[in-house]
C-alpha cells in the first residue's frame, strides 16, 4: 500500500505543470483554446466566438494601446471581415503554456494579401479562461 500512494504522488506531481512550464493535457482550459484555433482555422466564426463569454476583453495593436470590449457579435463580423480579405487565413500553434486560468500560446498566422502575396505573422497571445469561456485574449505581435 505504501508503495501504491508513492507511486500515486510521483504520478500526480509529474503530470503537473509549475508556473512557466510547458501544458499539461490535463488543464481543460487548454482543450477551450485548441476547439478556438479549431473553429478559426475553419473558418467557422460563430463557433469560434462560441468559445468566448458573451462579452470578452481584447487587447491587441489593431484596437490601439488601450483594452477593447467586444460581445461574440462583434467578433463574428471582425472575423467576417477579415475573412473577406484574407480568405485563407490559417493559424498555426507552435506551443501552448498553462497555469491554471491562463493560457499562453505562440503561433503562426498565414495567408496571401490582397496583393497575391503569402505572408506570415508570428504571434503571442495570453488568454485568460473562466468557467469554460475565454474572458480576454491579450494578442502582442510586431505590426512593421
Excluded at 494579401?113 to 495570453?126: A, F, I, T, Y
Amino acid at each position: 500500500m505504501k508503495l501504491y500512494c508513492m507511486l500515486l504522488c510521483l504520478l500526480m506531481a509529474t503530470a503537473c505543470v509549475q508556473p512557466g512550464g510547458r501544458s499539461s493535457l490535463t488543464n481543460p482550459n487548454i482543450q477551450v483554446v485548441n476547439g478556438m484555433f479549431a473553429a478559426f482555422n475553419e473558418h467557422d466564426w460563430q463557433k469560434m466566438a462560441s468559445y468566448y463569454a458573451d462579452s470578452a476583453l481584447f487587447l491587441d495593436p489593431a484596437y490601439g494601446h488601450e483594452p477593447v470590449i467586444l460581445t461574440r457579435r462583434q467578433m463574428v463580423e471582425k472575423y467576417q471581415e477579415l475573412h473577406k480579405i484574407l480568405p485563407d487565413v490559417q493559424d498555426e500553434v507552435k506551443e501552448i503554456y498553462a497555469d491554471k486560468n491562463h493560457i499562453i500560446v505562440e503561433f503562426i498566422s498565414s495567408a496571401t494579401g490582397q496583393d497575391s502575396k503569402k505572408w506570415q505573422l508570428p504571434l503571442c497571445v495570453v488568454f485568460t479562461i473562466e468557467h469554460g469561456k475565454i474572458i480576454s485574449d491579450r494578442t502582442y505581435y510586431d505590426q512593421e
